[in-house]
């Protein structure tokens, strides 16, 4: 559940790095602000949704992109964001394919960079935890065999 957390976390952090790329990079990639997070999280949750339906739907009807699954579902996640809300407007085809390959590769790198951080720290965290408490166990254990003898 944490790990589940986490990777929430880490995918809403790199879709907001991902959206101020955008917004401040693309003319045509218009964000309200007041309706930001708003579109960030309809963007994330869409796109948690749409990546693993669209990579079977690729799988299995056209495996050859499969490489442009996250173009594809990034694509798809944007347009149904900006049909959902209207704090998310892009306007003309430069913009929309700019939008895409901009917003998937700030939030792929984001996910991987801050992820790769995020859960190495926690799984080291983890081990650390594990260790003192199997050096603990192992401290009563010495204590109660001395008591034994």
Request: aromatic share 12%; no cysteine.
């Amino acid at each position: 559940m944490i790990r589940f957390l986490l990777s929430v976390a880490v995918s809403l952090v790199s879709a907001v790095v991902a959206f101020l790329v955008a917004w401040a990079a693309i003319d045509g990639f218009h964000l309200t602000a007041r309706g930001f997070f708003i579109a960030v999280a309809l963007f994330t949750a869409l796109q948690s949704l749409l990546a693993p339906f669209v990579f079977n739907v690729a799988r299995k009807y056209a495996s050859a992109v499969l490489g442009g699954i996250g173009l594809v579902s990034t694509l798809l996640a944007l347009w149904i964001t900006t049909l959902i809300s209207d704090t998310l407007t892009i306007s003309g085809v430069t913009a929309w394919i700019s939008s895409t390959v901009v917003v998937w590769l700030v939030s792929a790198l984001g996910t991987w960079g801050i992820g790769y951080l995020v859960l190495r720290r926690w799984w080291d965290a983890k081990q650390a935890a594990q260790a003192e408490n199997a050096a603990a166990d192992a401290a009563l254990a010495r204590r109660e065999a001395k008591r034994g003898k």
